[in-house]
C-alpha cells in the first residue's frame, strides 16, 4: 500500500482564491510527522509546513495551514488567496520511526497552477 | 537560498562509473538527509547522517554508499552506475532543535548515466 497518496496530478486555481490540496496517509504508527513541499519549476525543494500525529491544533504558515484529520488519516494542505508564485509541483510526506530510524515517504506530487 | 550547498550542480557519466556527490549544511545544522527524485521512482528517501554518524537508512542501494565529516558536511558516493540511477540528488539539513521537522534542501545535483 502506498504510504501517502497525492490523487490529484493537477489543479487550477483562480489568482486570490483558496485552494486544496489533498493527502492521504497509510500508518499503523501513533507517532508520525506529516509535511508539505513545494517544488517551483527552478527544481529547489521548499518546506512549508509540519503537522505531528500529536498535535492537537491544526498547523498553519502564513497563508498555508494543513487539514489535520487524524480519524480519516488525511492532511490536506490549504493555500489562501493564490498567488502566480504558488504555481509549483506540491508533495505530501511523511516521516514515521521504523527499526533502521526514521523513514520519509512522498507522495506523488500535485501540480498546481494559479491563473491570473 | 536554502543556506545548503550542493555541489556539482550536473554530472554527466557513464554506465559502470563511480561519482561524488557534496553536500554542505547550513551553519550550525547536525543533521544531513539525501535524497533520489527520478521520474520512474518519485522522491525517495536515501540515508541520514547525524553529526557524523548514520542515523537513519531508507531506499538506499548497496551501490550507493554515504559519510559526514567531522566538519559536517556530507559525501554521497555512487558506484556501478546504471542508466536508472540517473536523477536529482538532494541533500537537506535539519536544525537540532527540529528534530528534522523542518528540512532545509540544497539545490540539487543532476546526475545523467549514460
Known amino acids: 500500500a502506498q504510504k501517502i497518496t497525492q490523487t490529484q496530478p493537477g489543479m487550477f486555481v483562480q489568482e486570490k482564491e483558496a485552494v486544496t490540496l489533498d493527502c492521504t496517509y497509510d500508518?499503523?504508527?501513533?507517532?508520525?510527522?506529516l509535511f508539505w513541499y513545494k517544488q517551483p519549476s527552478s527544481g529547489e525543494m521548499i518546506f512549508l509546513i509540519y503537522?505531528?500525529?500529536?498535535?492537537?491544533q491544526n498547523a498553519t504558515e502564513g497563508r498555508y495551514s494543513l487539514n489535520f484529520q487524524k480519524a480519516r488519516k488525511s492532511a490536506n494542505l490549504v493555500i489562501s488567496a493564490s498567488q502566480l508564485g504558488d504555481s509549483a509541483m506540491y508533495f505530501c510526506a511523511m516521516r514515521e520511526l521504523s527499526n533502521t530510524g526514521n523513514q520519509f515517504y512522498f507522495g506523488t506530487g500535485t501540480s498546481l497552477t494559479v491563473i491570473p | 537560498d536554502s543556506g545548503v550547498t550542493q555541489t556539482p550542480k550536473h554530472l554527466i557519466t557513464a554506465t559502470g562509473q563511480r561519482v561524488t556527490l557534496r553536500c554542505s549544511p547550513r551553519s550550525g545544522d547536525l543533521s544531513v538527509y539525501w535524497y533520489q527524485q527520478s521520474l520512474d521512482q518519485g522522491l525517495q528517501f536515501l540515508i541520514q547522517?547525524?553529526?557524523?554518524?548514520?542515523?537513519a537508512k531508507g531506499n538506499i542501494l548497496e551501490r550507493f554508499s554515504a559519510q559526514q565529516f567531522p566538519d559536517l558536511h556530507s559525501e554521497l558516493n555512487l558506484s556501478s552506475l546504471e542508466l536508472g540511477d540517473s536523477a536529482l540528488y538532494f541533500c537537506?539539513?535539519?536544525?537540532?532543535?527540529?528534530?528534522?521537522?523542518?528540512?532545509?534542501f540544497g539545490p540539487g545535483t543532476r546526475l545523467t548515466v549514460l
Open positions: 503537522q505531528g500525529s500529536y498535535d492537537e
Open positions: 547522517y547525524y553529526n557524523g554518524e548514520e542515523r
Open positions: 537537506a539539513s535539519s536544525e537540532p532543535q527540529t528534530g528534522g521537522n523542518e528540512q532545509f
Open positions: 500508518t499503523s504508527d501513533q507517532s508520525y510527522g
